[in-house]
């Protein structure tokens, strides 16, 4: 299992979240490391869950920047081979 990672966040005491994918599933997820002094195992969630848990913290607000970033401006075009229908 390869897993690729994109930094999201690093916090002054340590703590760190990525985004990251399982290359061979490709299920993405976001990584929680936390330092060592809390113990330091790695945590991941899935991205629903890790938007829907309590709190608005930066690695929330940097996740949503870079899921905001993917919006290109400019007029609504649709991908070739894609239909909308609502």
């Known amino acids: 299992m390869a897993i690729q990672e994109r930094p999201l ?3 002054s005491n340590g703590d ?3 985004l990251a994918r399982d290359t061979d599933t490709d299920c993405v997820f976001v990584r929680h490391r936390p ?3 809390s113990g330091g195992n790695v945590h991941d969630s899935g991205v629903g869950d890790f938007l829907t848990q309590p709190g608005h913290g930066p690695e929330k607000q940097e996740l949503l920047h870079l899921i905001g970033s993917l ?3 400019g007029p609504e075009e649709e991908p070739e081979g894609v239909v909308f229908d609502p």
Do not use: G, K, M
């Open 9 to 11: 966040y690093a916090s």
């Open 16 to 18: 760190s979240w990525s």
């Open 35 to 37: 330092n060592l002094p």
């Open 71 to 73: 919006i290109e401006d």
